[in-house]
């Protein structure tokens, strides 16, 4: 049995029909978030949408039970929450953490396609997400 029929067999069709649909549309905003935080006029907006998302999903997997993702989802909760702390004084990402975050990014897309295609395990983590930025801003 694999992880959306696991999913479906214990929770609610609906449940699972809109965690899928919610976790499709984040994910999709992500990379034109993320690169938005590079620009000081899209910084602020960016940084707090982007904790929102990690927000919602690490809570929605939690309920769920999706261990791998509510982990990763934590720590980029964790770095965005430094975003949102930034708002306001005109600070930027470093390339460094926005390249990060699309590592990140791939690896929540590759988790929602591990769910929706049924597979037994989601996908082992990207090594090079492991190393998390030092300098999260320029």
Known sequence: MGLLKQLEADYDLDIIEDYLTHFGVMTGLLDKLIVNLSRDDEFDASSYEL?????NIKTASEYLKLSPIVKLTTIVEDITNRLKSRRGVGATASNELIDWLLLVADQMQGYLDDIENDE????ILNPKIIAIPNEIFN
Request: positive net charge.
């Open 120 to 123: 037994i395990y989601l996908r």
């Open 51 to 55: 904790n929102r998302i990690f927000h």
